[in-house]
């Protein structure tokens, strides 16, 4: 039997993952997973970097699925699918081969709407993290049933910072990277945080992802390019699926202070602090490119 193609979404954050996701998720040929960002690989492979958090976010959506349930009288199994989506995620932290077997079983037909499930998988920009011998893993796991192929979105990494740090101001949180920001401003101590390097440097996502997969396995695009037609059509053939036309006026997940700009001086701090990245990616992609669409490149 043919091989069916695996999505792995590995960023990057901010950089128009949620949205693709959407996108794909509504495709007749596609069968994404249920939680958008299932934070397997980085919550296994990094725990320095992520620690308990996502595992824990897992057990506690399964505790309020339960009460919610048992308070609702939703006693029957087609009532509480949600319930089972989230144990699904929870069972594969505890036995990495389940993430094999459940986006096996995405591939099987569930009703007229998707007739024929040509490509399966998942977005979790956190993945660009991820060592060369992560990604070697992850290849182990699915290549004997899958073709795999990665999805790397990218961004103007002063932009994405920033976009990044208005996420986090916007939203409650505790701990990690959100103990380090400055409402309003753009500091040395969010930006060099690991955490947010972490996400930010391209050039070593690159380097990791060619040393496992080949070039042709891997989409690469840019936040600030992707939208229109001729790039979902790209994108669409590298996943061996029909195109069909998007809806670009829907924004997902765009933070509502995105037109602020951050202060001049931490601006500078940080394009020095990633210039090996903006060179990069000037140097691979062409510098007249990278010119064009990222506002930070020229110092």
């Known amino acids: 039997m043919m091989k069916k193609n695996f999505i792995l979404g590995v960023g990057c954050q901010k950089g128009g993952?949620?949205?693709?996701?959407?996108?794909?998720?509504?495709?007749?040929?596609?069968?994404?997973?249920?939680?958008?960002?299932?934070?397997?690989?980085?919550?296994?492979?990094?725990?320095?970097?992520?620690?308990?958090?996502?595992?824990?976010?897992?057990?506690?959506?399964?505790?309020?699925?339960?009460?919610?349930?048992?308070?609702?009288?939703?006693l029957t199994p087609k009532e509480n699918i949600g319930l089972q989506n989230e144990l699904d995620r929870?069972?594969?932290?505890?036995?990495?081969?389940?993430?094999?077997?459940?986006f096996l079983r995405l591939t099987n037909k569930i009703?007229?709407?998707?007739?024929?499930?040509?490509?399966?998988?998942?977005?979790?920009?956190?993945?660009?993290?991820?060592?060369?011998?992560?990604?070697?893993?992850i290849k182990n796991l699915l290549?004997?049933?899958?073709?795999?192929?990665?999805?790397f979105l990218m961004r103007d990494?002063?932009?994405?910072?920033?976009?990044?740090q208005r996420m986090i101001e916007g939203k409650p949180s505790k701990g990690?990277?959100?103990?380090?920001?400055?409402?309003?401003?753009?500091?040395?101590?969010?930006?060099?945080?690991?955490g947010?390097?972490?996400?930010?440097?391209?050039?070593?996502?690159?380097?990791?992802?060619?040393?496992?997969?080949?070039?042709?396995?891997?989409?690469?695009?840019?936040?600030?390019?992707?939208?229109?037609?001729d790039e979902i059509e790209r994108l669409c053939d590298f996943l061996g699926i029909s195109h069909i036309k998007a809806n670009f006026s829907k924004k997902v997940g765009a933070s509502q202070r995105s037109e602020e700009t951050p202060n001049i001086d931490g601006v500078k701090e940080?394009?020095?602090f990633y210039d090996t990245t903006y060179s990069f990616c000037a140097e691979r992609f062409g510098e007249e490119f990278i010119r064009s669409i990222w506002k930070y490149y020229p110092i």
């Not at 929870?90 to 459940?102: A, F, G, K, Q, T």
């Not at 990690?176 to 690991?194: D, R, Y």
């Open 17 to 74: 993952t949620t949205w693709l996701y959407s996108y794909l998720a509504a495709h007749s040929e596609v069968r994404m997973s249920t939680t958008k960002e299932m934070h397997i690989f980085d919550t296994l492979f990094m725990p320095d970097l992520c620690g308990a958090l996502f595992y824990k976010q897992s057990l506690l959506q399964v505790h309020r699925q339960i009460t919610s349930i048992i308070q609702n009288k939703q």
């Open 90 to 102: 929870l069972n594969i932290y505890h036995d990495l081969h389940e993430y094999l077997r459940y």
């Open 111 to 137: 009703d007229d709407t998707h007739p024929l499930i040509k490509v399966v998988g998942e977005f979790s920009p956190t993945y660009s993290a991820l060592s060369a011998d992560h990604f070697l893993r």
């Open 143 to 151: 290549n004997a049933d899958f073709n795999i192929k990665v999805v």
């Open 157 to 164: 990494p002063i932009d994405r910072i920033w976009s990044q």
């Open 176 to 194: 990690g990277i959100a103990k380090v920001v400055v409402p309003g401003e753009f500091k040395a101590k969010f930006f060099k945080h690991k």
């Open 196 to 229: 947010v390097v972490a996400r930010t440097v391209f050039d070593q996502t690159i380097i990791n992802l060619e040393q496992v997969f080949n070039k042709d396995e891997i989409f690469y695009g840019f936040y600030e390019t992707f939208f229109v037609d």
């Open 270 to 272: 940080a394009r020095k």
